[in-house]
Each structure stands twice: as structure tokens, then as C-alpha cells.
């Protein structure tokens, strides 16, 4: 017997990331070496301390029972994080733990959101920043992100359609994200001290994506939207443990900032789940309250692959800009393929055993794009690029 996929289903494909898989274990069956870009998942291993501290948790038995709400402990070491690492002083009510903030986008809106509301997303954009909205029966209204406008969001347009006194129908929430993925852009404190009395103007909350602060080039500094004046008042923040202390596979987030909206989506999770597993959270103190040593000699190879991959390909006549954020390169491919992105990263792949991920999972504005994520050491970008080379795929 079958029976029907809801009609929310009909709105989503198979996940690139499987289909990109299964084309390289093609690959590999075939003997070939894959060189795969394609996932941000951190080759790095968490700290020692970090791994300890689940180790031994996990070995007491109470901390197999239901968690129910965040450890005190859990909540102070974000309070204490934020304090130190962005000069943002925090109360217990606007703070609270979600699985990840992929897992936190994804369900915020429910909380928020009513049939037929608009939410503005980015393109290109991260695909949960478009789905969770659109799981909440959301109006998704997309801003563009383009190179004149130093890929930040054109307010004033987006005021005169979905502001408050627009011409369209107004937007009740805005999703942002800088550094962003997939386009590797930072955005300077002037954009934020715009944004924050814009959204205020316009009664439109900002759910922030804060997962690459930490990542973040060329002596740049990565901030919190909180860190700026009256952001609390028309903002939240998601804060990930996953890519600055390699802890992805353990779901570790948090939301911070308006504290309505966080005892809001706090009441709505509480219906869902039983807590974040006690071990997960005795991990994310430990990450939180120890040194930032490796985060910042983390950053510094990150920064050295995506010099090597950047520059690389740059020399070998493809132009990359270098990424000023994130652990990702993002880059135009050649004109030959006339925007066929997806056609390209198959053909890479198959000449050169060289995957990543092409650039329309992320929007329409990412079509003829691709995007690199730098999981990979100097030494096998390098092999990488020797492959491409030696393919003429470029000419």
C-alpha cells in the first residue's frame, strides 16, 4: 500500500549532498580517487578537554535519565562565553539550547509564524534559511545578494516593498547570516548599525546565523549582532558549537537575544522534546569555559587552505576571490559551461576526482556558481589542483 506525501513534500528534492554522494561512491567504485569538497564537515578533531568531558559524564549513570532543561552550569558558560568573547552581557531568559542551529532555524518559525506570513531570506543562501520558514506555511520573499551591493541586502528597496508603510505585503521576519554561507562574504559593523534601527522602523524580527564568527579572515574580527546597540529589542542569534569546536555530530546550539522570542520558542521545544543529553552538555561547558587556543590556530589553517585553494585555482586562470569568512571558497565557474553549474561539478568530478558543490542548492542567484568547503589539508588541495590541471577542464 502507498500512501501520499503531504504537499508541503512537493516542495522539496532529494538532498544534494545524497546525490552528491552517490556519484563519487560511483567513482570510487570504479577505483578513482575522490577529492570531496562538497560537505562542511570539520576534519578537525575536537579538543582533548571537550572529549573528556563527555567521556566522563557518559560513565555516570544519572546522566542517562531525561535532561528536561539546560544545566545551570550550561546556561552560565554561554552567559560567560558571550561576556568574554563579544562583550554581550545576557540574563538566563534570553538564552536557550537548540540541536544545532540548523535544527534551530528549522523550527523557530513555528513559533512565529502564521500561514501566509513573509519571512525575507537571502539568495544565495544556507537551504534551511528558505525550509524552515517554509515548513511554518510561511510567504518566503527573497533578497538578493549581489557583488555592487557588497553582497548585503539593498534596505531601502526591501523597505519600500515589505516594509511597514510598503507597498507590498510587509515582512514579519528577516533571516541574516555574516559570514555567510555559501557566499563567504563578512559584513562590516556599519551594515549592523543600519540594520538593527531598520528592522526596529519596520517591526520586522532578525533571526541571525552565527555559526562562522570564529572563522573569519584577514584580521577580521567576527561579532555578535548582539553586541550592537538595541539589537535585543528586534533580534535573536543562533550560536553553534559545530564548526568552531568541531562538535557537529554532538547538535549543540543555542538561541540568544529577545527574550520574548526566546521563552516563546523555549515553550514550543518543550512540547517536542526531553533535553539535550546530559553528556552533550557537560561537553559544550567544557568548550565554552576552556581556552580558545585551538579555535584560533583552527582559524589560521583554515585560512592557510583557503589561500592555497583560492590562489591555486586563481593561478591556473579560474578566478577565485578569497573567502572572507567561513570554512568554505566560493566561485563563478567558467564561462564554457554557460551557467551549467551542476553540469560542471559532475564533469570535475569525473575528469579530475575533484567534488564540491554546485552553486544553485543555494538559490537561484547561486546558478553558474560552485562552492568549495575547505576540509581538505594544503597538501591534498594542492594534489587537487594538479589533478585540474593536468584535466585541461578549465580551457
Given amino acids: 500500500m502507498q500512501f501520499a506525501p503531504s504537499k508541503r513534500m512537493e516542495d522539496f528534492e532529494e538532498g544534494i549532498f545524497q546525490v552528491l554522494n552517490e556519484k563519487k561512491q560511483e ?27 563527555v567521556c566522563a559524564a557518559a560513565s555516570r549513570p544519572e546522566n542517562f535519565k531525561y535532561a528536561l532543561k539546560d544545566l545551570p552550569e550550561l546556561t552560565g558558560a554561554v552567559i560567560e562565553r558571550y561576556r568574554k568573547r563579544y562583550g554581550v552581557e545576557l540574563t538566563p531568559s534570553e538564552i536557550m539550547s537548540v540541536y544545532g542551529s540548523q535544527e534551530g532555524i528549522a523550527h523557530i518559525g513555528l513559533s512565529l509564524l502564521d500561514e501566509g506570513d513573509v519571512v525575507l531570506v537571502p539568495d544565495p543562501g544556507y537551504p534551511i534559511f528558505a525550509i524552515g520558514p517554509a515548513l511554518a506555511g510561511a510567504e518566503l520573499a527573497y533578497y538578493e545578494l549581489l557583488q555592487e551591493n557588497d553582497y548585503l541586502p539593498d534596505l531601502e528597496a526591501l523597505e519600500k516593498v515589505h516594509g511597514i508603510h510598503g507597498t507590498g505585503k510587509k515582512a514579519k521576519m528577516m533571516i ?4 555567510l554561507n555559501p557566499i563567504c562574504k563578512a559584513a562590516p559593523d556599519s551594515f549592523y548599525e543600519k540594520l538593527i534601527p531598520w528592522a526596529r522602523k519596520n ?25 550592537f546597540e538595541g539589537a535585543k529589542e528586534v533580534a535573536v542569534e543562533f550560536y553553534s558549537l559545530s564548526k568552531s569546536f568541531n562538535y557537529t555530530g554532538a547538535r549543540m546550539g543555542f538561541l540568544a537575544g529577545n527574550e520574548g522570542v526566546v521563552q516563546n520558542f523555549k515553550k514550543l521545544r518543550s512540547q517536542i522534546d526531553y533535553g539535550t543529553f546530559l553528556p552533550v552538555q557537560y ?8 581556552p580558545d587556543d585551538m579555535v584560533r590556530a583552527q582559524c589560521a589553517e583554515y585560512e592557510k587552505r583557503r589561500n592555497a585553494l583560492c590562489d591555486g585555482f586563481t593561478n591556473l586562470g579560474w578566478s577565485f576571490e ?9 566561485a563563478e565557474i567558467p564561462s564554457r559551461f554557460e551557467g551549467d553549474d551542476v ?28 562552492r568549495f568547503a575547505l576540509v581538505l589539508t594544503v597538501e591534498e ?15
Fill in 203 to 227: 517591526e520586522i524580527l532578525i533571526v541571525h546565523d552565527n555559526a562562522y564568527s570564529d572563522i573569519i579572515y584577514d584580521g577580521r574580527v567576527g561579532r555578535s549582532i548582539l553586541s
Fill in 27 to 53: 567513482v570510487e567504485a570504479q577505483g578513482g580517487k575522490v577529492y570531496n569538497f562538497s560537505v562542511g564537515t570539520p576534519d578537525f578533531k575536537p579538543a582533548q578537554h571537550i572529549m573528556d568531558a
Fill in 176 to 179: 541574516v547570516s555574516y559570514p
Fill in 283 to 290: 561537553g559544550a561547558i567544557a568548550a565554552l569555559t576552556g
Fill in 381 to 395: 588541495i594542492e594534489e587537487a589542483l594538479e589533478k585540474v590541471a593536468s584535466s585541461n577542464i578549465l580551457l
Fill in 343 to 370: 553540469r560542471f561539478v559532475m564533469e570535475l568530478l569525473e575528469k579530475t576526482g575533484v567534488l564540491c558543490t554546485p552553486g544553485s542548492s543555494f538559490g537561484e542567484l547561486g546558478k553558474g556558481h560552485v
Fill in 322 to 330: 578569497r573567502s572572507q569568512g567561513t570554512m568554505f571558497a566560493w
